[in-house]
């Protein structure tokens, strides 16, 4: 989820250091992105017993990747419309719907566990989740400002070094979304299901005769 502090961080500065406008007029220009996310936690949050994790997470990633395409590409002020504003659409979703079912999943995983105690392990989870965030969102934005100075040459108005780091966060984006596709794959349980079926086969036999 370090892709929000990223995004909220360097569109702030390239609004403020690169378009030059007040603090004020980039605060209304990122309300789109916060509206978004609130509305997409609602929503998701509604879907999340008919969907699978996988598939949000890989396709939240996936509209991720393409918000951060269009930033690396929104140069100047004329192209808040064109670029800006439809990645304030894209990536608040994808973020938001990784962040919901995310935390759904780790928290529905002690449901499957009958022999330990869920209040003790569900606020294990909730710990270790909210500990990850901080920890995840901390390096990203060491990573990004680091990419930034570097490709930058130092110079906090030029925008090389911002669309470096918006080019971080589409490769970031596109890891994560490979790693829950293969992560997140279901577990066949065949040793379950051969079990039971001996024991009905059993159990006919035993009523036949």
């Not at 890891?175 to 079926?197: Q, V, Y």
Request: glycine share 6%.
């Amino acid at each position: 989820m370090s892709e929000y502090a990223i995004t909220v961080f360097q569109i702030s500065e390239i609004f403020q250091r690169v378009w030059e406008v007040s603090s004020i007029n980039a605060a209304i220009r990122i309300i789109p992105f916060g509206l978004v996310a609130l509305i997409t936690t609602f929503v998701v949050g509604a879907m999340a017993p008919y969907i699978s994790p996988r598939w949000i997470l890989v396709g939240g990633q996936l509209l991720i990747l393409a918000g951060a395409t269009l930033l690396a590409f929104s140069e100047t002020r004329s192209t808040y419309w064109s670029h800006v504003f439809p990645a304030f659409i894209l990536m608040p979703i994808g973020i938001a719907s990784c962040f919901v079912f995310s935390n759904i999943s780790m928290l529905r995983a002690p449901l499957s566990r009958p022999d330990i105690d869920l209040m003790e392990t569900t606020s294990l989870i909730g710990a270790i989740f909210n500990a990850n965030l901080q920890i995840g969102s901390s390096v990203g934005l060491a990573i990004v400002t680091a990419i930034n100075t570097q490709a930058g040459h130092s110079d906090a108005i030029a925008l090389t070094g911002y669309k470096a780091g918006w080019w971080f966060v589409v490769a970031l984006a596109g890891f994560e979304a490979l790693l829950a596709a293969i992560a997140l794959r279901p577990k066949p349980e065949p040793e379950k299901e051969a079990g039971e079926s001996t024991m009905v086969s059993v159990t006919s036999e035993k009523n036949t005769v």
